[in-house]
């Protein structure tokens, strides 16, 4: 896993790339989950589904939990040999880190960005202008867990 800066999304002829925007809501996770599961099944990549499905879901998550923002925006981008995703809120102080250890099992919190930094072949999060963070991953079609 590295956390160098994720590539912009290609262009059209490289792969094809989508955007959902949805309210900040507590079923929103699991909405752009099954969305993004949607995507990757429809192209052929059903080997990195549920891989994929726990990373948005806890992406979006945090999302939903950490900001104030009324949406919530997901790009998804279908490169030639990977996805990426990416998710835009309104926190761009605050920075997660990934911590250096799994947490105690009866952890409440903490978990998310672990299995996302064990999932995902890389991952970057850093301020996106005018008061935004994005935060983005990417999976290769080969790769799953």
Known sequence: ?????????????????YRFVAPRAATTPKIIRDLVAVLV????????????????????????NHTRTNL???????????????????RPQWLPRVPSAAPPWRAEHGRGLFLLSRLADRWDVGPN???????????????AA
């Not at 990195?48 to 806890?58: D, F, H, K, P």
């Not at 919530?72 to 309104?90: A, P, Q, R």
């Not at 005018?130 to 790769?143: N, Q, V, W």
């Open 129 to 143: 202008g005018a008061g935004t963070k994005r935060f983005g991953f990417s999976i290769g079609y080969e790769g």
């Open 41 to 64: 099944v429809a192209f052929g990549h059903e080997a990195i589904v549920e891989q994929l499905r726990l990373c948005v879901s806890e992406v979006v998550t945090n999302a939903y």
């Open 1 to 17: 896993m590295t956390t160098s800066a994720l590539p912009p999304a290609p262009p059209p002829e490289l792969g094809v790339s």
């Open 72 to 90: 919530i925006t997901v790009d998804v981008s279908l490169g030639s040999d990977n996805v990426t995703v990416w998710v835009n809120d309104d």
